[in-house]
């Protein structure tokens, strides 16, 4: 579907004459390409033109090895930066869970992922780090959403906190706390209503959980295919709750991934995971690396 930027870059190359160093014209030439893949890539705007300046002060000048190409140079170049952008969190498959019980806040708009991570996450920390972990679902406008989780806790072989009718979700909450509390649970993660569109209703269900709750952890679920949205909606939620990090989803489409990298130079917030398929183990501990070649094609 896209054109290999090692291919484009080489064509570019190619028409040049081939110099000791690389020109500033040599790499002006090969960073509009690189900005074009970045947006074909979703990359937003203001951040590929942001990233491209940089690159191209790093790279003018530089001497070109003599056993690649000046386009495999660059390439190489733009691989490390765009590397260096995406690395956030030193051990990002690693959450803050000390303390039992710790809460795990779960958030996001509706449809993004959130309850089907969330039982992946569970499932993870279940296996990998032997927790004892407690599910709720504060979703009380949606019963099907309450009953999904219970499902995939069951599939998983996850506890969830017994659904009870009429109860706020800040009353979910305290339940859950004392539930965790008392059945000797590492952790317990909240899976929080999500709306179709940020509204103020939402936030401020979601600032009243997080009050009585006192997350270790915030994640955000975002859909990875819907690029500069996933961005605005990380700070937005940001901005209204906290957020410690982020969890791409639908990664395994055909998406090329440039919102990660919109999402890291705009919210700062690391990338914890990336949500690869529907299934209960199609989660992976997020790469900065493998991003940055996907970015790249
Ligand atoms: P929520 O409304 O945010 O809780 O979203 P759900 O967890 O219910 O997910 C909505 C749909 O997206 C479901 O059909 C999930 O199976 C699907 N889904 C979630 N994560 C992924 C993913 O990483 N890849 C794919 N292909 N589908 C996903």
Redesign the pocket.
């Known amino acids: 579907m896209f054109e290999n930027l090692s291919e484009r870059l080489g064509g570019v190359f190619d028409r040049l004459t081939k110099q000791g160093a690389l020109s500033a014209e040599d790499v002006k030439t090969a960073l509009r390409e690189v900005r074009v893949a970045l947006l074909e890539a979703d990359v937003s705007l203001a951040v590929a033109r942001d990233f491209v300046k940089a690159v191209e002060a790093k790279a003018t000048g530089q001497a070109v090895t003599k056993s690649v190409t000046p386009g495999q140079q660059v390439v190489k170049i733009v691989h490390d930066a765009l590397v260096d952008v995406l690395r956030g969190a030193e051990d990002p498959g690693t959450l803050k869970i000390d303390n039992p019980p710790a809460p795990i806040l779960m958030v996001?708009?509706?449809?993004?992922?959130?309850?089907?991570?969330t039982a992946k996450i569970a499932k993870r920390l279940k296996e990998r780090e032997k927790k004892r972990v407690l599910m709720a679902s504060l979703d009380t406008n949606r019963p099907a959403?309450m009953e999904?989780l219970a499902i995939l806790g069951a599939q998983v072989g996850v506890d969830t906190l017994p659904i009870v009718k009429g109860e706020s979700a800040v009353q979910i909450a305290k339940r859950a706390k004392q539930q965790a509390t008392l059945g000797g649970y590492d952790v317990y993660m909240l899976?929080t209503a999500?709306r179709l569109h940020i509204d103020e209703v939402l936030m401020n269900e979601v600032q009243a959980v997080r009050d009585v709750a006192t997350p270790r952890e915030t994640l955000l679920?975002v859909d990875g295919l819907t690029g500069q949205v996933a961005v605005e909606v990380a700070e937005e939620f940001d901005a209204k709750v906290g957020i410690t990090g982020v969890v791409l989803?639908?990664?395994?489409?055909d998406g090329r991934g440039g919102a990660a990298l919109s999402m890291r130079a705009v919210t700062g917030k690391p990338i914890r995971f990336v949500?690869?398929?529907?299934k209960m183990d199609?989660l992976e501990t997020f790469e900065a690396e493998r991003i940055a070649g996907r970015i790249l094609g």
């Open positions: 996001g708009l509706q449809g993004g992922g959130k309850t089907t991570t959403a999904q899976d999500g679920v989803t639908r990664m395994d489409g949500g690869v398929g529907e199609a």
